[in-house]
């Protein structure tokens, strides 16, 4: 089984950046992806950004493209998601997924709190 550790969530305010990172614990693959979701109370899970590990090529949700962005490094086995520019509905619990190749997200990290203030 693969184990992801995210980590670099807290507290900011609008406007401000936070960074988070996701470490795989074993090697990572040109054909799997890894990706972010969130969940905000209340709300379904959603998709915000993946990127594909072989050529690095990411997709955003609308709602953060221009905003985030989401990187890779291969040696580190590490995805990750760096926030600019933030909003109070960035508000939620982040967390890291991978799929294998088999068009499925069957790991998910611990999942790591983003709280923006107004």
């Known amino acids: 089984q693969v184990q992801l550790a995210e980590s670099g969530g807290g507290l900011v305010q609008a406007g401000g950046s936070l960074r988070l990172s996701c470490a795989a614990s074993r090697r990572t693959f040109s054909h799997y992806r890894m990706a972010w979701f969130r969940q905000a109370p209340g709300k379904e899970r959603e998709f915000v950004a993946a990127?594909?590990?072989?050529?690095?090529?990411?997709y955003y949700a609308d709602s953060v493209k221009g905003r985030f962005a989401i990187s890779r490094d291969n040696g580190k086995n590490t995805v990750s998601l760096q926030m600019n520019s933030l909003k109070p509905e960035d508000t939620a619990v982040y967390y890291c997924?991978?799929?294998?190749?088999?068009?499925?997200?069957?790991?998910w990290g611990q999942g790591t709190q983003v709280t923006v203030s107004s």
């Open positions: 990127i594909r590990w072989g050529d690095g090529s990411t």
């Open positions: 997924a991978l799929d294998i190749g088999l068009s499925r997200y069957d790991y």
